[in-house]
């Protein structure tokens, strides 16, 4: 049975610095119809003003001063547009390594990675960053643009010999669905029409693979539901509820449901949401809900439904290190997961994912942008799923003592590939 | 399928899936900050902010004030319905008054026609600092600007109230961190992820009340720039322009100097729902004189503090 409204897709653009990316988001946008009127003048009034051509597409998103300036990405743009069969959030993220922790940050909320590659360059080491981590932030399907086809003469063996490379390299990281296609996001050959100049290929647009990709969330797959707790409502006459977004599974009125780190077993007895009382709630609604238990539950707890998270003060995790200087064993930091927010220190480093060839080298420090393995021992127990079952209770971020600046992203566990 | 979870997916529409993430942001601001704060401008976009805040702290009340940062060129429509709305939920309302900064000698008097628009920021700066504000909730969309659309959904501002757009800070998942330092402060934009037309929708949806100036109504304009203003205190025809009574409903609300009117027969919210689905100009495009100003408009005001 069809459902009556469009589902939404979220999808980030990955790939090396100048590959394309920006210019296929504005490519896709303006031959769907995305853009209002105003919007497409001043697109191509400040293409004229910075004399780069009649249109420059990457200005579509690009819209600071130093991004057209510089004609370079800097930070994420998000885009919404919405065709006859779909509803999509675009992140168009900065492809340059110094800027990293934007494409994370854009990736980190995506369902499926738009990757970009320059045709005459192929995979370069940026383009390998990118793909692994979109794999480990949990990204499973791909759209490879292989862009800049007009560059090669619209070349066959040009676009397979990347098609090749690109196919290992997923395979190695585990994307379940990889669809490539030859484009030119500048003259627009199957972006979102088919092009004439690839009679040799027969797959689908870009527009059309976006469309068409099976690619809902898969937080929560393999697990129980997860109800951390923000905010506690106190109700007239004297109850509390307990206040936060569910994600994992669904819950309903009767559940059983285990509260942590206390461990206290509890019945659901009542459960609302924005719209008022209901008997059921489903994944990703801000609910309150009210417990069978008297308990002092607050703020950082989680209640939770079988299988249980594990409680813990000391485990491993895959990090994205973004802090301008190394990380390094015994470095103290906070840790923010879920709504609990707790002193933790670096226990151990065992090693950094070489992007080349995605082996672990031995090692004691993280530099900047580098993927590495760490065990991290908390102050307070944490209650943690694998990531891979759940990418709330799963993620977490470190944040620095003294500037408060966000320094890193952090996975629970580790990815089958590393 | 069994008919129950088909109930349920059919119960969590988009609209579900926005309220609920909004609300999660309003939450998650006041667990994290010591002194939050509301800017309220009457507008469609901060009645559905205020409307979402009341859901997310009910049935207790709003955990913090309401603020209007007031131009004194408002439109009275927008003013009665502010008095109405922030009454409605209890809230302490503050109003921090652009003519005090005025009259203070902190900025300098455009006169009774010019635009007190930019001015606002050092009001709305100061009554942050002076209040101890170390969060406000603002009612901001990405869809708006393509300044916007970079922003994060908790925005760091430094002790001078500037947006930095090379340094934001990382912000991954769901996990919003908002700790800052003293003399700094966050802006926090629940609604970063809707649209205009979701906006339309869900005050549909909800049956919300809003400002009379947003349903089409006859009323006197005349045309400057390309757009139609409203004539009253704020403007008056110069030579050469001719006053004209036409149907028109305005699709932002701001300074009546320069927020401009559509023409239009919308007077129900499905009737303007219907006209927004198939609108080819953009929101700010076709109505606000102060993003017309150069290519960067809304970002510059941005990095000087402006909402
Ligand atoms: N010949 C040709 N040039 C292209 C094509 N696509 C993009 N370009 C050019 O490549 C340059 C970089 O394009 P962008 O879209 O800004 O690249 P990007 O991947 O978004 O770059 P960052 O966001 O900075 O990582 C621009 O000069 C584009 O005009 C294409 O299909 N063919
Ligand atoms: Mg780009």
Known sequence: MKLAHKDLLRLATVGSVDDGKSTLIGRLLVDTRQLFDDQLDAVVAASEKRGVGDLDLSFVTDGLRAEREQGITIDVAYRYASTPSRKFIIADCPGHVQYTRNMATGASTADLALVVLNVAHGLKEQSRRHLCIAALLGVRSIVVAVNKMDEVNWSESAYQGVVDELDTLANELGFESVISIPVSALLGDNVVDPSPNTPWFDGPTVLHALESSEAGSWSGAHGGARLPIQWVLRQPGGGRTYAGMLNGASLQVGDSVTLLPANIETTITAISSGSGARDVASTGLSIDVALDAETDAGRGDLIATAPLPKVTKEFAATICWFGEAPLRVGQRLRLKHTSKVTPVRVHALSGVVDIATLAIDANTMLQTNEIGLATLQSADALVLDDYRDNRVSGSFVLIDEVTNATVAAGMVGRAAFL | ?307
């Not at chain 2, 609209?15 to 993430?21: M, Q, V």
């Not at chain 2, 929101?283 to 606000?288: D, K, L, N, Y």
């Open chain 2, 1 to 307: 399928m069994t008919t129950e979870t088909l109930q349920t997916l059919h119960m969590t529409d988009h609209l579900d899936l926005l309220e609920s993430h909004a609300i999660f942001i309003l939450r998650e601001v006041v667990a994290e900050c010591e002194r939050p704060v509301l800017l309220f401008s009457g507008g469609k976009d901060s009645a559905v902010l205020l409307h979402l805040a009341a859901k997310a702290f009910a049935p207790q009340q709003l955990p913090f004030p309401v603020m209007h940062i007031d131009t004194g060129q408002n439109f009275p429509e927008v003013l009665d319905y502010r008095d109405r709305a922030v009454e409605a939920t209890g809230a302490r309302l503050v109003v921090a008054k652009v003519q005090d900064s005025i009259d203070q000698g902190k900025v300098i008097d455009p006169g009774p026609m010019g635009s007190r628009n930019r001015l606002q920021t050092v009001t709305l700066l100061d009554a942050i600092t002076e209040n101890g504000f170390d969060a406000a909730f603002g009612g901001a969309r990405r869809d708006e600007d393509k300044a916007r659309a970079k922003e994060r959904i908790l925005s760091f501002r430094d002790a001078f109230g500037q947006w930095d757009p090379r340094q934001q800070r990382p912000e991954l998942w769901q996990l919003y961190q908002g700790k800052v330092n003293p003399g700094e402060h966050l802006r926090a934009f629940p609604l970063s992820d809707w649209t205009e037309l979701d906006i339309w929708q869900y005050i549909e949806r909800e049956q919300m009340d809003l400002p009379t100036i947003y349903f089409a109504h006859e009323r006197d304009v005349l045309l400057r720039d390309n757009m139609w203003l409203a004539v009253g205190p704020f403007v008056e025809a110069r030579s050469g322009e001719k006053i004209e009574r036409l149907s028109v409903r305005f699709r932002t609300v701001g300074d009546a100097n320069c927020t401009g009117a559509v023409l239009s027969e919308a007077r129900t919210l499905s009737q303007i729902i219907d006209e927004v689905s198939v609108a080819n100009v953009s929101e700010r495009g076709a109505t606000r004189a102060d993003d017309r100003f150069s290519e960067t408009a809304m970002e510059d005001r941005k990095r000087e503090g402006y909402f």
